[in-house]
């Protein structure tokens, strides 16, 4: 019969005690040099621009979505503002405002100078690019076209001109937030830094 060779340890076998050099030896950090990632500025570009659609592609089937439910819901009392529908309508054109404005500070993150400080001005000082932009473009002008859009007949004609006015406020908040990208990503504006 063949014996088999196994490790077996014995109580001689003990590991060192000292944990630490036994000679005083000079310990030098590593030198190491930062990390960058250098995105090409026209994939990063791209990369954003693909978010910002999305996000408004949704935005504008979902508003779409809520305002035909809402001129159903309601049906001829279209535009009475009394009624608990138009009342939901308007929170939900807030809520859905607010969410756009979250994914857009998500591309806005990933786009350099979007979040520098916003030299002091007429927009205000201090606060960040993407906080300037935002509370102008979406959270002001996109938010009170919207709540002051809102059909005041169940018309199929009147309904169109709504969703239509709806639509087009909708694509000047795209085209803004998407010449603010190429402006960032251009390095077009300084971004709160003097010219050197």
Same mark, same amino acid.
């Given at each position: 019969?063949?014996?088999?060779?196994?490790?077996?340890? +014995?109580?001689? &076998?003990?590991? /060192?005690?000292?944990?630490?050099?036994?000679?005083?030896?000079?310990?030098?950090?590593? %030198?190491?040099?930062?990390?960058?990632?250098?995105? $090409?500025?026209?994939?990063?570009?791209?990369?954003?621009?693909?978010?910002?659609?999305?996000?408004? &592609?949704?935005?504008? /089937?979902? *508003?779409?979505? $809520?305002?035909?439910? *809402?001129?159903? $819901?309601?049906?001829?009392?279209?535009?009475?503002?009394?009624?608990?529908?138009?009342?939901?309508?308007? +929170? =939900?054109? &807030?809520?859905?405002?607010?969410?756009? !404005? /979250?994914?857009?500070?998500? +591309?806005?993150?990933?786009?350099?100078? !979007?979040?520098? *400080?916003?030299?002091?001005?007429?927009?205000? !000082?201090?606060?960040?690019?993407?906080?300037?932009?935002?509370?102008?473009?979406?959270?002001? %002008?996109?938010?009170?076209?919207?709540?002051?859009?809102?059909?005041?007949?169940?018309?199929?004609?009147?309904?169109?001109? =709504?969703?239509?006015?709806?639509?087009? %406020?909708?694509?000047? $908040?795209?085209?803004?937030?998407?010449? !603010?990208?190429?402006?960032?990503?251009?390095?077009?504006?300084?971004?709160?830094?003097?010219?050197?």
């Amino acid at each position: 019969m063949r014996r088999r060779f196994r490790f077996r340890p +014995a109580v001689a &076998d003990r590991l /060192e005690a000292r944990t630490a050099p036994s000679g005083f030896a000079h310990i030098r950090p590593v %030198a190491v040099h930062p990390v960058t990632f250098r995105v $090409a500025r026209a994939g990063l570009q791209a990369q954003v621009v693909t978010q910002v659609n999305q996000a408004f &592609d949704s935005f504008t /089937e979902d *508003y779409l979505r $809520a305002q035909a439910t *809402y001129v159903a $819901a309601v049906g001829a009392g279209v535009g009475n503002t009394a009624t608990p529908q138009y009342n939901a309508f308007l +929170a =939900y054109i &807030d809520q859905r405002v607010r969410l756009l !404005g /979250e994914q857009l500070v998500a +591309a806005f993150g990933s786009v350099p100078g !979007g979040l520098n *400080y916003v030299p002091s001005g007429p927009f205000g !000082g201090g606060s960040l690019v993407v906080q300037s932009f935002l509370n102008r473009q979406i959270n002001g %002008a996109l938010r009170t076209a919207l709540r002051g859009n809102i059909p005041g007949s169940n018309d199929p004609q009147t309904v169109t001109l =709504y969703t239509l006015n709806a639509t087009t %406020a909708i694509n000047t $908040a795209r085209d803004a937030t998407l010449n !603010g990208i190429q402006f960032l990503t251009n390095h077009t504006f300084h971004n709160g830094h003097k010219p050197h």
